[in-house]
């Protein structure tokens, strides 16, 4: 078996089906870097992950992961640097909308469900540490992740002013909603062992996305739209 057919014969393995898919798609080889990049991470950590079998996952040559990214600490930085700009996205696009509370906060939670379906490491990359001289990513918290928080915890302040949603602690309703939407994925073996049958199915996906938000309406004392 060649080389290649080798090597993602062991992705689908490893990262599934789907991965190796979407990878296929992919005609920029950047962005097969950063997504590859994205997985090997997320499975050993920085550093256990190498720029070799990062690449050879890409299929492209290691010296185009310098010329992109200088180094393996600036590839990580760019992945989460990626992860950052999708949910910045997700949310700008949110809030632009002029929409009622329960309807505001229904597209916001199918957005961020997709958004962590798609990004099934967001935990694991998050939690990562490069050293204790690395502040890359306390930097991204305190400039990015700290205000679109801040804002959701404003966003349910008024729905409760407004008599649309009932009296919460908004900053733990906040933390509670991204808890349930992060674990399901961080945890999915442990969630595939209770469940008996493999929660990232389609199938499953969609049964979970539509259990979790009727959740947090039920949390919130709201009817869903």
Known sequence: MPKRKKALAAAASEHGADFVRKLESMRDPKERILFAAEAIFAQRGFGGARTQQIADL???NKAMIHYYFDSKEGLFHAVLDQLLFDLIKLTQET????LPPAELLEVFLQGFFDYVAEHKNFSRLTAMTLGTSDRYLARMVETFFKPIFDRGVEFIERG???GAFRQV??????VSIYGMMISYFSDAEFVEMLLGEDPL???MIAQRREALIDTVFAMLGCKRP
């Open 160 to 162: 409760t002013s407004a």
């Open 95 to 98: 809030v632009r909308r002029d």
């Open 58 to 60: 890409a299929s492209v």
């Open 169 to 174: 602690d908004a900053r733990h309703a906040v």
């Open 201 to 203: 199915t389609e199938r």
